[in-house]
């Protein structure tokens, strides 16, 4: 699994932090990871931290907070995903049919007016 940033991802200033390049047997990892550390633990998940993902030019680093604001940044390199636990929990929902079996679909993890989204993608393009 990789994690990337890419910056203007579509020409109106929208931005993406991106986890790809993953099997079934990742997404089932990266799930139980948010589960346990997140949900179960209320612990934050530090991906640098991660020995299955890869990071390219940027870390995230998963928090719960009282409100869903999203990926937040100050320097383009490190991301901070805040959400609250229904969020989380959500999250993990969406998961699932990575987890389930083999998928060249795509998913992004939350919905909130943030100028930076989240996309989970076995593949490194949206469309294959």
Do not use: H, W
């Not at 699994?1 to 020409?11: Q, S, T, W």
């Amino acid at each position: 699994m990789e994690l990337d940033y890419i910056e203007n991802v579509n020409g109106y200033d929208e931005n993406m932090v991106r986890l790809y390049n993953f099997n079934k047997a990742e997404a089932m990892l990266f799930r139980d990871l948010l589960k346990e550390t997140i949900i179960d633990k209320k612990q934050k998940l530090d991906l640098a931290e991660v020995p299955f993902i890869t990071p390219r030019n940027c870390n995230l680093i998963f928090g719960l907070f009282r409100s869903d604001e999203g990926i937040l940044t100050k320097d383009n390199q490190t991301f901070f995903c805040v959400l609250t636990l229904a969020s989380f929990i959500n999250m993990i929902q969406l998961l699932a049919p990575f987890c389930e079996k083999e998928s060249k679909g795509y998913q992004y993890l939350y919905d909130l007016d943030n100028p930076t989204e989240l996309l989970f993608s076995p593949t490194a393009s949206l469309v294959d």
